[in-house]
């Protein structure tokens, strides 16, 4: 079972999710770290990449991943078995709105790059909450891809961005979904929302981050769009290539790329408390 995800499952898909996560660790995974013996739901795990992170920083949490993709989850599992095999998660395959679990099962949540797809994110947030135990927390880290800006800038790039903005909305997601969360999480009935741009800046004397998120891991979004963008009608080949190599300038000496994702918290509210 898959869902219609902008992004693919390709190698590739893998390898850019598996980048992000990685180059990106520190910067999303700061803070968040559970105790010794708490259960914690990953939804929309993907591949593993950010599950690998949550076990390092968490090794006594049980943690349980759920993705709707079987072969995204096959890889998860092969991944942290790999890199952490004293780890303890428990897998399943299934549909976040649909979930095999009792109400307050879990202390805690975690949700990395899945709302921006989704056609109902406010309903996910509220259909999660309820797997909550009260008193527990959620975390939710989406981007935003208006936040992309860059040097030297180029309407031929915007436009490539654009082009990817429209798609996901076609798709039924949001790539402008970070600066949503807030009230997204709000009318969910969380309490205690807080939200802090985690922001992305790469110019050559962070070389790292260059390759890394520049390089390897915003680019590639787009590169595997170009036909859907020429199918949309809105450009022509010529301007697609035109608008991935000034995105690469913007990765070369001289060039600089900014970026922001929201990461928020927020806590499900005590029983007997309205809402
Ligand atoms: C961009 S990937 C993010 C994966 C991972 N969280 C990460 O940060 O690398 C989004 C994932 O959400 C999953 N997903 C989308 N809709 C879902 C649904 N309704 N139920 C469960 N998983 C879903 C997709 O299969 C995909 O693996």
Avoid at 37 to 54: D, F, P
Avoid at 55 to 65: E, K, M, Q
């Amino acid at each position: 079972m898959t869902v219609d995800y902008v992004h693919g499952y390709s190698e590739r898909e893998t390898r850019r999710l598996r980048d992000q996560a990685d180059t990106l660790a520190a910067l999303l995974h700061g803070g968040t770290a559970y105790p010794d013996g708490s259960r914690v739901l990953e939804v929309g795990c993907g591949v593993g990449a950010q599950t690998v992170h949550l076990v390092a920083n968490s090794p006594g949490a049980r943690v349980t991943a759920v993705d709707v993709d079987g072969d995204s989850l096959a890889r998860a599992r092969a991944r942290v078995a790999a890199e952490h095999p004293g780890a303890m998660v428990e897998w399943h395959r299934a549909d976040l709105y649909d979930l095999p679990f009792p109400e307050a099962s879990f202390d805690h949540l975690f949700v990395c790059f899945v709302l921006e797809h989704l056609p109902e994110p406010g309903r996910a947030l509220s259909v999660l909450r309820r797997l909550l135990r009260p008193g527990g927390t959620a975390t939710v880290i989406e981007g935003d891809h208006g936040s992309a800006v860059f040097h030297p800038d180029s309407p031929h790039a915007r436009a490539v961005i654009d082009h990817q903005i429209r798609l996901q909305a076609a798709a039924g997601g949001d790539a402008l979904i970070g600066r949503r969360l807030q009230p997204l999480l709000t009318a969910a009935g969380y309490d205690d929302v807080t939200v802090r741009p985690r922001t992305v800046y790469a110019d050559r004397t962070r070389p790292g981050m260059v390759d890394g998120f520049t390089r390897h891991t915003f680019i590639p979004v787009f590169e595997s769009l170009g036909d859907d963008a020429l199918a949309m009608g809105s450009t022509t080949e010529e301007d697609w290539r035109r608008g991935i190599a000034d995105l690469y300038r913007t990765a070369e000496d001289g060039g600089t790329f900014h970026y922001t994702f929201f990461k928020a918290t927020a806590v499900n509210p005590p029983s007997g408390k309205p809402r």
